[in-house]
């Protein structure tokens, strides 16, 4: 019966999810899974790439925490439009906290919906939430064997950005390590370093964003014009 019960909820969080894609397909708004250890930058790197994005791509973010408001208030400082989702004791986001969350934006307009999921590198790593794309940050300050000892959330990513790579030199980190693990695990994910600090990688990681945005809703896109 327990397994038959946890099924079930695996099936349901994969509809719900494949609704909250198509949804946000349709609309012509790239979806990005944001993933990492607490404390590696996701917010930091959000707000530079919003602001750098806003010019011309209005984005919106759901942002998953167990409690507070912070990190929503300061991304709303840049973002066209925000919806915190607090999980209680819950460590990530389901597709049905995404829809919910989805229901309180207006996607008309919108390029870019970042999902900002709750810190954790184990549990999100299985749950669909309906993104078109994943991206693991993996910051300096928690060493460099990050990559080998949770392969399964690596495995999912579709760009891996290195943050917090102003503090390299300091911490003596030992980037090519992260590499060669990489090389085993997952070789189709980008490797970007970044520090939303110097601003360094923050280029090349918005020209991934709009390239991945032109191939997955692109074609949607041209065809309704």
């Not at 993933?35 to 984005?59: D, F, M, V």
């Not at 607090?86 to 829809?99: D, K, Y």
């Not at 870019?112 to 999921?117: G, T």
Request: glycine share 6%.
């Amino acid at each position: 019966m327990q397994i038959r019960v946890v099924q079930n909820v695996l099936e349901k969080n994969k509809t719900v999810a494949c609704e909250n894609r198509d949804r946000l397909t349709i609309s012509g708004v790239l979806c990005m899974n944001v993933l990492s250890a607490p404390g590696s930058g996701k917010t930091s790197l959000l707000q530079k790439t919003i602001a750098r994005l806003n010019e011309e791509h209005p984005c919106a973010v759901l942002v998953g925490d167990l409690q507070t408001t912070r990190d929503a208030e300061r991304l709303a400082d840049v973002s066209a439009q925000v919806v915190q989702i607090n999980t209680g004791r819950g460590c990530h986001l389901t597709a049905s906290q995404v829809e919910a969350g989805l229901n309180e934006l207006n996607l008309d307009g919108l390029s870019f919906v970042f999902i900002e999921n709750v810190g954790n590198m184990v549990c999100p790593a299985g749950f669909d939430l309906g993104e078109h794309a994943r991206a693991i940050l993996l910051s300096t300050p928690e060493g460099s064997d990050k990559v080998a000892k949770y392969p399964i959330l690596f495995q999912t990513a579709d760009v891996i950005l290195l943050s917090k790579i102003d503090l390299s030199e300091v911490l003596e980190y030992h980037s090519q390590q992260v590499s060669e693990d990489l090389e085993r695990i997952n070789t189709r994910a980008p490797l970007i370093e970044v520090s939303a600090k110097t601003n360094v990688g923050i280029e090349p990681w918005v020209q991934w964003l709009l390239e991945n945005r032109s191939k997955r809703v692109g074609g949607l896109l041209a065809s309704s014009t």
